[in-house]
């Protein structure tokens, strides 16, 4: 299963979001890293 | 996952910020926004992994949905309610696949055939109760 870069910047991603079409998925989490 | 979508982690206890903004009361949480920050699907609670990726196709499905492209959404919402038919999401799916598609045509028989389905495969939903109205 190839690896998620997952992003922290809400905004940014919204920002790519906006230039790519494609929707944000937020993953809010209290796991340890 | 990045085929589909731009993955953004929030953690509690570096962006509790982020948490209320959005109004996260739990973990896990997920939420699907449009590009203009409207959330389209949220998932609370942990999931086993058919169940969580029913929900992730149920949330584009929605999103199709909202842009009022109701082939594109029919056939995500078939997908899950042909592909996870015993996922949490598969009665919702079943029962959006039907309204799109009488969104998409304007022919009711979609939606008696989904009350039919729904009956059917998952009687004791509310999904079946919802559509119950649509059958003859």
């Known amino acids: 299963m190839p690896q998620i870069t997952w992003q922290k910047d809400v905004d940014a991603a919204l920002t790519q979001s906006r230039a790519s079409g494609k929707p944000v998925l937020l993953d809010f989490s209290a796991a340890p890293a | ?136």
């Open chain 2, 1 to 136: 996952m990045t085929a589909h979508f731009i993955p953004v982690k929030v953690h509690i206890k570096e962006q509790k910020q982020v948490f209320d903004r959005f109004g996260a009361l739990w973990t896990p949480t997920q939420i699907v926004l449009d590009p203009d920050g409207e959330e389209r699907h949220r998932i609370e609670g942990f999931l086993p992994v058919e169940d969580f990726l029913a929900q992730l196709e149920l949330g584009l499905g929605k999103r199709q949905f909202q842009h009022q492209r109701f082939g594109d959404a029919e056939r995500l919402f078939r997908s899950v309610c042909d592909e996870y038919p015993k996922s949490g999401g598969a009665p919702e799916a079943c029962y959006w696949a039907g309204v799109a598609a009488y969104k998409n045509t304007n022919d009711p028989k979609h939606l008696g055939a989904t009350g039919e389905l729904l009956k059917t495969r998952y009687p004791d939903s509310e999904w079946a109760r919802k559509a119950s109205v649509w059958r003859h």
